[in-house]
C-alpha cells in the first residue's frame, strides 16, 4: 500500500488543522492505520491509532482531547483533526498503515510497515 500524507502547515497555537492520508494500491480495510510525528532531533513518536473498521482508537496522552484520528474506508483516507494546536505538536507528521486480519489498534513504530512521506506541521507561539 502506498500512502500519502497531506494538511499540514504554519499555524499560530490554539489553532487547528486536518491531516490527511491518502492510500492506495491496497485493500483499505485490511490495514490498522496511525499517525506518528517526528520533532526536530528527536526519535519518531506515536500519536494516534485506529483499527481496521474504526470501530477502536488510541491516542497517545499528549494530544488526548485535542486530536481525533478517524477513517473513511469509501475513500480509503485516514485524517487527523487537530485542534488546540500547541508549539510542541510542531513536528514532521507520518502516517503509517499495517496489515492485520483483527481490529487491534497498534501504537509501536516497528508495528507499522508502510509510511508515508509526511507532512510539515509547525505552531508557533
Known amino acids: 500500500v502506498q500512502l500519502q500524507a497531506s494538511g499540514g502547515g504554519l499555524v499560530q497555537a490554539g489553532d487547528s488543522l486536518r491531516l490527511s492520508c491518502a492510500a492506495s494500491?491496497?485493500?483499505?480495510?485490511?490495514?490498522?492505520m496511525a499517525w506518528f510525528r517526528q520533532a526536530a532531533g528527536k526519535e519518531r513518536e506515536f500519536v494516534a491509532a485506529i483499527s481496521r473498521s474504526g470501530g477502536s482508537t488510541y491516542y497517545a496522552d499528549s494530544v488526548k482531547g485535542r486530536f481525533t484520528i478517524s477513517r473513511d474506508n469509501a475513500k480509503n483516507t485516514v485524517l487527523l483533526q487537530t485542534n488546540s494546536l500547541k508549539p510542541g505538536d510542531t513536528a514532521v507528521y507520518y502516517c503509517?498503515?499495517?496489515?492485520?486480519?483483527?481490529?487491534?489498534?497498534?501504537?509501536?513504530?516497528?508495528?507499522?510497515?508502510?509510511w508515508g512521506q509526511g507532512t510539515q506541521v509547525t505552531v508557533s507561539s
Open positions: 503509517a498503515a499495517r496489515y492485520t486480519p483483527g481490529y487491534t489498534v497498534y501504537y509501536s513504530v516497528s508495528d507499522y510497515a508502510y
Open positions: 494500491g491496497g485493500t483499505f480495510t485490511s490495514y490498522a
